[in-house]
């Protein structure tokens, strides 16, 4: 999965990288409550590959570091389209991949 061209994330690995700073220790109640229920090991990366996504804990714990680990990315908030690819979908084409 290539998360705007930053960084390609094999789901069934380990999540690259590290959780930043701002969210390394966690006092909002709720979401300390949250983690403790989808992430095993909230303080690293370990055993974050989802190799069976059809396991609902997998793949929340992989998906619950992603987001911690790259919430600060800003590259995420860039448009997914190119103005000529919104073009192509308005006209009810396929655009080209970008290259």
């Known amino acids: ?11 069934g690995e380990d999540l690259p ?10 006092d909002l109640p709720e979401l300390v409550a949250l983690l403790a229920r989808v992430d095993p090991t909230p303080h690293d990366l ?27 990315t800003p590259e995420l908030l860039n448009p997914p389209y190119t103005p ?8 009810h084409r396929m655009p080209p991949p970008p290259l």
């Open 46 to 72: 370990a055993g974050t590959g989802a190799t069976d996504w059809s396991d609902l804990a997998e793949r929340l714990h992989f998906i619950a570091d992603l987001f911690r680990c790259h919430q600060d």
């Open 84 to 91: 000529a690819q919104l073009q192509e979908i308005s006209a």
């Open 1 to 11: 999965m290539d998360l705007a061209g930053v960084v390609t994330l094999r789901l």
């Open 17 to 26: 990288g590290e959780i930043p700073g701002t969210l390394a220790e966690l």
